[in-house]
């Protein structure tokens, strides 16, 4: 719930601070308490108003700062992201289901009502949404930071950069930049493994292909993508069926527009066109 006239009064002439939870594993909320000494310094500049995976104490908003982690899934989601987005000065999303709909959002590509009526006894109490859907879909974002789970030092990052009213440096390059610098061999062409790497964005430390995986695309889609020609090529090279592209483009960031376009022509009989 957002906080009311009832919650405990503003105590500081810091800026506050709120973290938001919507549909979500919470992970990203666990990569801010992860920051620990970086917390203390945060706790130093800023007044964190409302974070209920921390603490049950609450300031009533506006807010200077709100970070939201979790998808919109139901009618309530809607009316409430509404409520915080009135209350926020600066919005940032933080984490793949705020971003792009998460793990939650391959309901978008299925039946949502056949899906409830196998899993629930009383699928009729069950109150859902047929899609899952980024908080952008709903209301203005300011900054959207990426990750299943996010990066805590891009997390770092942008709250100096509001802190310090500049735009933050978060970087926009691939994950095969970070495998580069991180001196792997690529395991698209040593070993053949489909790869999410050309097309996915930096902040993982190339973790997957680090332990001679192929990267998962957990943190979404970089910029100027080109999924139909990392899927031509996957066909081409590696002999990838269409059950494996699908299910790489659809994992942690189903619902980014560049990954769902394209699962949806992969699934046609044409595929290529």
Same mark, same amino acid.
């Given at each position: 719930? %957002?906080?009311?006239?009832?919650? +405990?009064?503003? $105590?500081? #002439?810091?800026?506050?601070? &709120?973290?938001?939870?919507? =549909?979500?594993?919470?992970?990203?909320?666990?990569?801010?308490?992860?920051?620990?000494?970086?917390?203390?310094?945060?706790?130093?500049?800023?007044?964190?108003?409302?974070?209920?995976?921390?603490?049950?104490?609450?300031?009533?908003?506006?807010?200077?700062?709100?970070?939201?982690?979790?998808?919109?899934?139901?009618?309530?989601?809607?009316?409430?992201?509404?409520? %915080?987005?009135?209350?926020?000065? +600066?919005?940032? $999303?933080? #984490?793949?289901?705020?971003? &792009?709909?998460?793990?939650? =959002?391959?309901?978008?590509?299925?039946?949502?009502?056949?899906?409830?009526?196998?899993?629930?006894?009383?699928?009729?109490?069950?109150?859902?949404?047929?899609?899952?859907?980024?908080?952008?879909?709903?209301?203005?974002?300011?900054?959207?930071?990426?990750?299943?789970?996010?990066?805590?030092?891009?997390?770092?990052?942008?709250?100096?950069?509001?802190?310090?009213?500049?735009?933050?440096?978060?970087?926009?390059?691939?994950?095969?930049?970070?495998?580069?610098?991180?001196?792997?061999?690529?395991?698209?062409?040593?070993?053949?493994?489909?790869?999410?790497?050309?097309?996915?964005?930096?902040?993982?430390?190339?973790?997957?292909?680090?332990?001679?995986?192929?990267?998962?695309?957990?943190?979404?889609?970089?910029?100027?993508?080109?999924?139909?020609?990392?899927?031509?090529?996957?066909?081409?090279?590696?002999?990838?069926?269409?059950?494996?592209?699908?299910?790489?483009?659809?994992?942690?960031?189903?619902?980014?527009?560049?990954?769902?376009?394209?699962?949806?022509?992969?699934?046609?009989?044409?595929?290529?066109?």
């Amino acid at each position: 719930m %957002v906080p009311d006239s009832r919650a +405990v009064k503003k $105590t500081s #002439g810091k800026r506050k601070l &709120a973290v938001w939870k919507f =549909a979500s594993c919470d992970g990203c909320q666990l990569s801010l308490l992860d920051c620990e000494d970086e917390l203390l310094a945060l706790a130093g500049e800023m007044e964190i108003a409302y974070f209920m995976e921390a603490s049950s104490h609450q300031v009533e908003g506006p807010y200077d700062l709100s970070l939201v982690e979790g998808s919109i899934t139901t009618a309530r989601d809607k009316r409430r992201i509404q409520q %915080v987005r009135a209350q926020s000065r +600066v919005l940032v $999303t933080i #984490g793949a289901c705020a971003t &792009a709909g998460g793990i939650q =959002a391959l309901r978008n590509f299925s039946d949502v009502e056949e899906f409830t009526s196998v899993v629930y006894a009383h699928p009729e109490y069950i109150a859902t949404l047929k899609t899952s859907t980024p908080v952008s879909a709903h209301v203005a974002v300011d900054f959207e930071l990426q990750g299943c789970p996010i990066n805590k030092h891009q997390l770092l990052e942008v709250i100096s950069a509001f802190l310090h009213r500049r735009p933050p440096q978060v970087p926009a390059h691939s994950v095969c930049v970070e495998c580069k610098i991180r001196g792997n061999v690529c395991v698209w062409v040593a070993d053949g493994i489909p790869c999410m790497g050309p097309v996915t964005h930096a902040g993982c430390g190339a973790l997957c292909p680090g332990y001679s995986r192929g990267c998962y695309g957990c943190y979404g889609p970089k910029e100027n993508t080109n999924t139909a020609s990392l899927c031509h090529w996957w066909k081409k090279e590696l002999g990838a069926d269409q059950a494996t592209i699908v299910e790489n483009l659809r994992n942690y960031n189903a619902a980014a527009p560049v990954f769902a376009r394209e699962s949806r022509r992969q699934e046609r009989p044409d595929g290529e066109k």
